[in-house]
């Protein structure tokens, strides 16, 4: 039978059922730190090399009826996209499927020097040869890097994003000096697998931001402060 009195201390249990004295509460323990760039690109290129074939194939598809779809509500003007490389999401029938609902579609073309990147016509998969970096290109005539402006949405690759927009891409830069030339209110809409929209992403002063993400269940999703994707 508990003992009841003046001289009785009161006292709490502990998390592993043990007690301790409320007087000294213990300490909290230190948020673990984000993980820098280099080591977040690390996990997220692994993560993606794991998909299997179906699963890659099964993402493509359905990021190709939420793009195509998105970019219904689009004003007329061109989208600037992309080719993936490797396990990048996207896919050639999403291009196509663009072109085929009336869009003109650009992609770019790497400077011989690290810049903004250049633009081109993509006119079918017929129009692409070798490229610098290994990549493929339009094999059609060069716009400038002012063709951006252009765009009414713009297809951009990442390994990740956050809610506020920050996006993680492979740290060459090409896109960080890209961005920044398009036409104000433009949609920059990044291009991710599930689970790569995380709640932060490290950035830095010159990182800039996307508008929106599209992953293959959630769909689209509006990122920052723009009000749109």
């Given at each position: 039978?508990?003992?009841h ?5 009161s006292?709490s249990?502990?998390?592993?059922g ?5 007087r000294n509460p ?8 984000a993980p ?15 998909l ?12 190709r009826t939420?793009v195509?779809e998105?970019a219904?509500?689009?004003?007329d003007?061109p989208?600037c996209?992309?080719?993936?490389v ?10 196509d499927?663009?072109r085929?609902?009336g869009?003109?579609?650009l992609?770019p ?9 250049d633009?081109a016509p993509?006119?079918g998969?017929g129009?692409?040869g ?9 094999t ?8 951006l402006r252009?765009a009414v949405?713009?297809?951009v ?14 740290g ?7 961005l920044?030339g ?20 490290p950035a830095d002063a010159?990182?800039h931001?996307?508008?929106g993400v599209a ?6 999703v509006?990122t920052g402060n723009?009000?749109r994707?």
């Amino acid at each position: 039978m508990a003992e009841h009195g003046s001289g009785a201390r009161s006292s709490s249990h502990g998390p592993n059922g043990g007690t301790r004295d409320p007087r000294n509460p213990p300490v909290p323990r230190p948020a673990a730190a984000a993980p820098d760039k280099q080591t977040l690109r690390t996990r997220l290129l692994a993560a993606r090399r794991a998909l299997t074939a179906p699963q890659r194939a099964q993402a493509a598809e359905d990021l190709r009826t939420h793009v195509l779809e998105w970019a219904q509500d689009r004003p007329d003007g061109p989208v600037c996209a992309y080719l993936p490389v490797g396990a990048e999401p996207g896919s050639l029938d999403l291009l196509d499927g663009l072109r085929a609902a009336g869009r003109s579609v650009l992609l770019p073309v790497v400077p011989p020097r690290p810049g903004a990147l250049d633009w081109a016509p993509y006119r079918g998969a017929g129009s692409l040869g070798p490229g610098r970096l290994g990549l493929r290109e339009p094999t059609t005539p060069r716009l400038g890097p002012a063709a951006l402006r252009t765009a009414v949405a713009v297809l951009v690759p990442a390994l990740a994003a956050d809610r506020a927009g920050h996006r993680l891409g492979r740290g060459g830069g090409y896109y960080d000096r890209t961005l920044g030339g398009s036409a104000p209110g433009t949609a920059l809409l990044a291009l991710l697998y599930d689970g790569e929209l995380l709640d932060a992403v490290p950035a830095d002063a010159h990182d800039h931001p996307v508008t929106g993400v599209a992953m293959p269940t959630a769909g689209i999703v509006v990122t920052g402060n723009i009000g749109r994707a």
